[in-house]
């Protein structure tokens, strides 16, 4: 080839500068597109992770045995809670079987429990029963779509389902103790109790002073309040302690579980459990009658059902983005007003049955209401310790 055709091939200086600059932008597009796909995946990765703090509140269940939650940070007493409550999962039911049928048997305080397998058989026949206690929700032939893809699922997740049972949940602290023990007294009078009693202790002393209760499952938080430490209604120490209560519930409505929680200035007067039996989500105690009704956080029955696990995730994300300004109860009218979540079906508790303390304890409203038979009273409507146990004791609910 002559030199005259081998210049000719060359390329000019501002053609080969124009071709460079058109390299370097395609590789600075490449660079930006790169890092938005990993922005986009990371937000996403974050956005599935619902509440990992909880993780260390309360911990999964094991091998798919009913036992109630237990804490990561007493890992030394682990191995013993679980046998307890692994043998309290076994204690048969009483001869007539009603307990059993409503997955309540009776407490037997004095009678240390013995690990016990459950036989086959005997879940079999509890298999009906817990299917029957879960919310129905659409016509009859959703209801069979759904029974349909449940066979087709992992089948030890639908024996978990299966051996699901209520939980009775608490959250109590070293000056509330006292209204604790009267709470556990009123359940343990009652001729129908609760399996299964779940209290989560906010301090050590509480935690230690619950040892005398085997019957009831301790739970150690992650974050515990000084020991003696009072909160004050509506400040910021109370609503950071009452705004933990949501993500307890969730976790145990994750584990298929329905969840009766209740605040310890209450007494329990009769077997409330009769009365969620309905189709229903959530079942909840009226505060404040209507037109500006308020309704009660405190003594709530969540059913194990989708519709009810949203609800209580939104209810969570509300409170962490307005910074747990606002107290639980407050954001959960909020958004029962606003119908958060649409297909959740909820119902308000008989007033003249689960009673608040607006109204109980009003001496006018009792004589006129003299033929009312409460399964419930709460101690509300009032701030400050001493002056609750006094009311208490004025009418004969202080038991200890």
């Given amino acids: 080839m002559s030199s005259t055709s081998f210049a000719t091939m060359r390329?000019?200086?501002m053609m080969f500068l124009k071709r460079l600059f058109l390299i370097l932008v395609f590789l600075g597009l490449c660079y930006c597109v790169q890092q938005i796909g990993?922005?986009?995946i990371s937000v996403w990765h974050g956005s599935h992770q619902d509440h990992p703090q909880l993780q260390h509140n309360i911990i999964p269940f094991i091998d798919q045995v009913d036992i109630s939650i237990e804490s990561r940070r007493v890992a030394d007493n682990a191995i013993q809670h679980v046998n307890q409550h692994d043998a309290r999962a076994g204690i048969p039911p009483d001869d007539d079987g009603n307990e059993q049928q409503r997955g309540h048997p009776q407490v037997q305080k004095e009678q240390k429990p013995k690990l016990v397998q459950q036989p086959q058989p005997q879940?079999?026949?509890r298999q009906p029963d817990a299917d029957s206690g879960k919310p129905k929700v659409g016509n009859s032939s959703v209801n069979n779509k759904d029974k349909n893809l449940n066979q087709k699922k992992n089948p030890v997740q639908t024996a978990s389902k299966v051996k699901s049972y209520p939980v009775?949940?608490?959250?109590?602290?070293?000056?509330f103790l006292d209204f604790t023990r009267n709470w556990l007294e009123s359940i343990r009078r009652l001729k129908s109790r609760p399996k299964n009693i779940t209290i989560v202790t906010e301090d050590e002393a509480t935690y230690e002073a619950l040892l005398a209760y085997p019957e009831v499952h301790r739970v150690k938080p992650a974050f515990m309040l000084p020991p003696n430490k009072t909160l004050v209604?509506?400040?910021p120490e109370y609503k950071a302690f009452v705004n933990k209560r949501p993500k307890y519930i969730l976790d145990l409505l994750e584990h298929n579980h329905d969840v009766m929680f209740s605040d310890v200035d209450t007494v329990w007067l009769d077997d409330p459990f009769p009365y969620f039996t309905s189709d229903f989500d959530l079942f909840?105690?009226?505060d404040q009658p209507r037109p500006k009704l308020v309704l009660c956080a405190g003594f709530a029955y969540f059913r194990s059902s989708d519709s009810t696990k949203d609800f209580v995730r939104q209810w969570i994300r509300r409170l962490e983005l307005n910074n747990h300004k606002k107290p639980d109860q407050m954001v959960l009218n909020i958004m029962l007003r606003e119908k958060a979540i649409k297909r959740l079906k909820f119902n308000i508790l008989d007033t003249k049955k689960f009673v608040s303390g607006r109204f109980y304890f009003d001496e006018e409203w009792r004589k006129n209401n003299t033929d009312v038979k409460p399964v419930f009273l709460h101690n509300n409507w009032i701030v400050g310790h001493d002056i609750k146990v006094e009311r208490f004791k004025k009418l004969g609910y202080w038991y200890i």
Avoid: G, H, Y
């Avoid at 009775?168 to 000056?175: D, E, I, K, P």
């Fill in 11 to 13: 390329l000019s200086p």
């Fill in 38 to 40: 990993l922005s986009v």
């Fill in 123 to 125: 879940e079999q026949k």
């Fill in 168 to 175: 009775v949940l608490a959250t109590t602290n070293s000056v």
């Fill in 233 to 235: 209604f509506d400040t």
């Fill in 284 to 286: 909840i105690q009226e």
